[in-house]
């Protein structure tokens, strides 16, 4: 049964692989590429640790498949984040239509205006203003 199972594991894992290796090939860009790799690539290495922790079945494998495994879920989408931002702030320019950032980093400052910063006119304001007083 457990020969089974972590099987079916390895093979899910893998199959994950596999749909992060296409998705590298077949997104339009960057920031989609690295998204299909991020995804799909996590899991598939978590699955495959887990059956490798599995079928090694002593507590020394299970316990160091779990702080691999921990390591990677900390590490993988901080690695994704940082690669998006230096491609951003280097000129790769998103697939998208609309890019959402435009006019709101300044490179200098490294500062990120938010377009929904709440003034006094918005809707709500004058009940919440009225509770509080």
Not at 21 to 32: E, H, I, N, Q
Request: no cysteine; glycine share 8%.
């Amino acid at each position: 049964m457990i020969v089974l199972v972590t099987g079916l594991l390895a093979f899910s894992g893998a199959l994950l692989m596999l749909i992060a290796a296409v998705g590298l090939l077949r997104m339009p860009d960057f920031y989609t590429r690295m998204q299909a790799a991020a995804k799909a690539g996590t899991l598939g290495i978590l699955l495959i640790v887990a059956a490798t922790g599995i079928t090694l079945g002593s507590i020394s494998a299970l316990l160091h498949a779990f702080l691999a495994s921990l390591f990677f879920l900390l590490t993988a989408p901080v690695a994704a984040h940082l690669l998006g931002r230096a491609a951003y702030l280097s000129g790769i320019r998103p697939w998208v239509l609309e890019d959402e950032l435009a006019g709101r980093y300044h490179p200098a400052t490294h500062e990120l205006r938010s377009s929904n910063a709440p003034t006094a006119s918005a809707p709500g304001i004058d009940r919440v203003e009225e509770t509080l007083s």
